[in-house]
C-alpha cells in the first residue's frame, strides 16, 4: 500500500486564486513528520512547509498553510493568492519515527494561469 | 541559509567514461543524502551518509559510488553508465538522520545524460 497518496496527477488554477493540494498518508508510527517540496522545471527540490504529528496547530509559511487532519490522516497544502510562479510540481512527504528515508507522494503538476 | 550546492549542472558521458558528480554543504548538517530522478517521477534514494559513515545503500549497482571525503562534501562517482542511468541526481543533507522533525534540503541536482 501506499503511504502517501496525492490523488491529483494535475491541476489548473486562476492566477490570485487560492489551491488546495490533497495527501493522505498511511503509518501506524505515533510520531512522524509531514514535509511539502515544490520543484519547478529547473530541477531543485524547495523545502515549503513541515507539520510534526504531535504539533497542534497547523504549520503556517507565508502564503503556504498545512491543513493537518491527524484522524483523517491528511495534509493538504494550501497556497493562498497563487502566483504564476507557483506553477511547479509538488510533492508531498513523510519521515517516520526514527527512519532516515523520507518518503515521497507522486506529486501534482500545479499550473497557475494568467 | 539553507543553501546545498552541486557540480556540474548538467553532464553529458559516454559509457565508458568515468565522472563525478559533487555536492556540498556548509549548514554543519551530519547527514548526506544521494537521490535519482526520472522525469514525471518522486526522488528515489540512493545512499544516506551519517557522520561520513555510509549507513543506507538501497542496492545501488557498484557503477555508482559514493564517497563522503568530510562532513561538508559529498561525491557521486560514475563509472560504465547505462544510457538508463540519466537522469537528475539531487544531493540533500539534514542534521540527523533518525529524527522525524528534521528536514532534508537538497540541491538543485546535476542532470545526468548517458550516451
Known amino acids: 500500500a501506499q503511504k502517501i497518496t496525492q490523488t491529483q496527477p494535475g491541476m489548473f488554477v486562476q492566477e490570485k486564486e487560492a489551491v488546495t493540494l490533497d495527501c493522505t498518508y498511511d503509518t501506524s508510527d505515533q510520531s512522524y513528520g509531514l514535509f511539502w517540496y515544490k520543484q519547478p522545471s529547473s530541477g531543485e527540490m524547495i523545502f515549503l512547509i513541515y507539520q510534526g504529528s504531535y504539533d497542534e496547530q497547523n504549520a503556517t509559511e507565508g502564503r503556504y498553510s498545512l491543513n493537518f487532519q491527524k484522524a483523517r490522516k491528511s495534509a493538504n497544502l494550501v497556497i493562498s493568492a497563487s502566483q504564476l510562479g507557483d506553477s511547479a510540481m509538488y510533492f508531498c512527504a513523510m519521515r517516520e519515527g526514527q527512519d532516515d528515508k523520507i518518503i515521497f507522494g507522486k506529486g501534482t503538476r500545479l499550473h497557475i494561469l494568467p | 541559509d539553507t543553501e546545498v550546492t552541486q557540480t556540474p549542472k548538467h553532464l553529458v558521458m559516454g559509457m565508458t567514461n568515468k565522472k563525478s558528480l559533487k555536492c556540498e554543504q556548509h549548514?554543519?548538517?551530519?547527514?548526506m543524502y544521494w537521490y535519482k530522478q526520472k522525469a514525471k517521477k518522486p526522488p528515489e534514494l540512493m545512499f544516506v551518509?551519517?557522520?561520513?559513515?555510509?549507513?543506507i545503500n538501497e542496492s545501488v549497482p557498484s557503477r555508482f559510488s559514493p564517497e563522503c571525503p568530510n562532513s561538508s562534501l559529498l561525491n557521486l562517482h560514475l563509472h560504465a553508465l547505462q544510457p538508463e542511468d540519466s537522469a537528475l541526481y539531487l544531493c540533500a543533507s539534514s542534521r540527523e538522520t533518525s529524527d522525524y522533525t528534521d528536514t532534508q534540503y537538497f540541491g538543485p541536482g546535476t542532470r545526468l545524460t548517458v550516451l
Open positions: 549548514m554543519g548538517h551530519r547527514a
Open positions: 551518509y551519517s557522520y561520513e559513515k555510509l549507513s
